[in-house]
């Protein structure tokens, strides 16, 4: 009778400890680096199955789309974690696991940003922590010692952050690159409420870029020759608060990511 007693309290304590450890996910990646997993539950524990449960129903009870936003990219940062982890570890089944749950939780993801109430500093903060999960991938694709199937997987991992990364949508203008969030940006263009108040100078804004004194950028004619002032902007790895990634060698209408219409204030990652 007394050992079942200690059972039922060691199960009931396990089960409190992954409560707790799935609630509180990892600090998401920061200054480019996606650092192993080091918490009490990673993909290779038993109770990872259960931590996994708990954080998916803790978004599902989250009602507010900006903040299930914010809570599925600190687990999806938490899942990029987990794989660097196992890959250390050179613990194919558990990487796979992890893999498994990344890809669930980035198409996840990727559907709330759609929510017309996205706050787009929240947003923003997408760009550089898909741009540090692709680096991470990357670096992991090539490893000989994983089986071929996580190698693909891998690989495939890597081109689904880049697809997801180069979906954004994004203003640019005086340097700056602006990321909308995608329902903020069909509300701009439709004019959805027909007040008028996502309007300046004649083009329709959204409004939270609005309210930072975003002015509609206009060319300048010379000659006869239609140019934006983007087209006068040398884009290097320095240029300030441009996306990650440029692509040096191609001209400055276009970079890697930024595909800049010449009739357009707007743009989409190329995919």
């Known amino acids: 009778m007394?050992?079942?007693?200690?059972?039922?309290?060691?199960?009931?304590?396990?089960?409190?400890?992954?409560?707790?450890?799935?609630?509180?996910?990892?600090?998401m990646a920061d200054q480019g680096d996606v650092k192993p997993y080091k918490g009490w539950i990673g993909a290779d524990s038993p109770l990872y199955p259960i931590k996994i449960f708990l954080q998916k129903l803790d978004v599902s009870l989250t009602f507010n789309?900006?903040?299930?936003?914010?809570?599925?990219?600190?687990?999806?940062?938490?899942?990029?974690?987990?794989?660097?982890?196992?890959?250390?570890?050179?613990?194919?089944?558990?990487?796979?696991?992890?893999?498994?749950?990344?890809?669930?939780?980035?198409?996840?993801?990727?559907?709330?940003?759609?929510?017309?109430?996205?706050?787009?500093?929240?947003?923003?903060?997408?760009?550089?922590?898909?741009?540090?999960?692709?680096?991470?991938?990357?670096?992991?694709?090539?490893?000989?010692?994983?089986?071929l199937r996580i190698?693909?997987?891998?690989?495939?991992?890597?081109?689904?952050?880049?697809?997801?990364?180069?979906?954004m949508p994004f203003y640019y203008y005086n340097n700056t690159s602006?990321?909308?969030?995608?329902?903020?940006?069909?509300?701009?263009?439709?004019d959805i409420d027909n007040d008028d108040d996502g309007i300046i100078n004649g083009s329709k804004v959204p409004p939270g870029l609005a309210k930072k004194g975003y002015v509609e950028p206009v060319p300048t004619i010379t000659n006869g020759s239609k140019s934006w002032p983007w087209d006068e902007i040398n884009y290097t790895s320095t240029t300030p608060n441009a996306p990650h990634m440029k692509n040096q060698n191609n001209n400055k209408n276009e970079n890697e990511y930024g595909n800049y219409k010449n009739e357009n204030k707007y743009g989409n990652f190329k995919k």
Do not use: W
């Open 178 to 190: 602006y990321f909308i969030p995608p329902g903020q940006m069909k509300k701009a263009e439709n």
């Open 65 to 147: 789309n900006n903040e299930k936003m914010k809570k599925q990219m600190a687990y999806l940062d938490e899942r990029a974690s987990e794989i660097k982890a196992m890959e250390l570890a050179n613990n194919a089944e558990a990487l796979e696991a992890a893999l498994e749950e990344y890809e669930a939780g980035l198409n996840e993801l990727n559907n709330t940003t759609q929510a017309p109430d996205i706050n787009e500093t929240d947003y923003a903060a997408l760009e550089p922590l898909l741009y540090h999960h692709q680096q991470c991938f990357y670096g992991m694709m090539n490893n000989s010692t994983m089986p």
């Open 2 to 27: 007394e050992v079942v007693k200690m059972m039922k309290k060691i199960i009931a304590a396990t089960l409190a400890l992954a409560v707790l450890a799935a609630l509180v996910p990892a600090a």
């Open 151 to 167: 190698q693909e997987r891998l690989r495939y991992m890597f081109n689904e952050t880049v697809r997801v990364r180069n979906g």
